[in-house]
């Protein structure tokens, strides 16, 4: 059985990440920022077993700095699509193309996102058509496919949806109920859009380190102990 994450992920340039971050942080901040969370994320979910990590990038010409940055032990493919819907639908269908049985989509947005609910999500896929994780801001960290059903989900679960709005998760479940659908539920969790959300990624690293915790993502931790110093 075959199993893949694909990771969304863009070249990480100045005014091009991160850019609500913006002027909190610095645009070069933002992009150190942002190379920090993709990172930390691609190490941690390196140590799942038996799952092929896939780097969906933007814009055309990324791969080649991507690869700098995370190795040559992923897959690389290029994410094709006017808008986010259609680019989720075609990394899906990629991923059933090249025979994977079991397909997550995830961002790179959530670098603390325990890789335990990664393997949850797969795990939820041995009995549901799709797996969502719900953020806490309206939208989704992960979404992902049994390729046994996948024809009847895909793209249609991905169109009419308000990308970047609160609505994101309500109307993206809505649509999948629509197709009678099973679906498969992960806890919640936040990503890092905003200076506020910043703010409280960091309050949460610095509490799990007091409490003596394992905390994975030790470049996000690194930096942001020194942007808020």
Known sequence: MKTCVIVFAKNP????????????????????LYTAFLTDWCEALAKLPGVDRIIAYTP?????????????????????????????????????????????????????LPTSYISKAFTR?????????????????????SARNIAMTVPFIFEEIAWSTADVFQQ????????????????????????EDLAFLYTHISAMRLAGETMPAVRTESLLTEIFS
Do not use: M
């Open 125 to 145: 896929l041995n009995s549901r058509d799709v797996v969502i994780g719900p953020s806490t801001d309206g939208g989704y960290y992960l979404i992902g496919f």
């Open 60 to 112: 055309a010409g990324a791969r080649s700095d991507l690869q700098a940055l995370i190795g040559d032990d992923v897959r690389y493919i290029p994410q094709i699509g006017a808008d986010l819907g259609k680019r989720l639908a075609s990394a899906t269908q990629w991923a059933t193309e090249q025979g994977y049985t079991k397909t997550l989509l995830v961002g790179s947005d959530s670098p603390t």
């Open 172 to 195: 993206t479940v809505a649509r999948i109920q629509s197709l009678k659908a099973t679906i498969g539920l992960l806890p919640p969790w936040y990503d890092i859009d905003t200076a």
């Open 13 to 32: 340039v100045s005014n091009q990440v991160k850019t609500r971050l913006i002027p909190t942080l610095s645009p070069e901040q933002a992009a150190i």
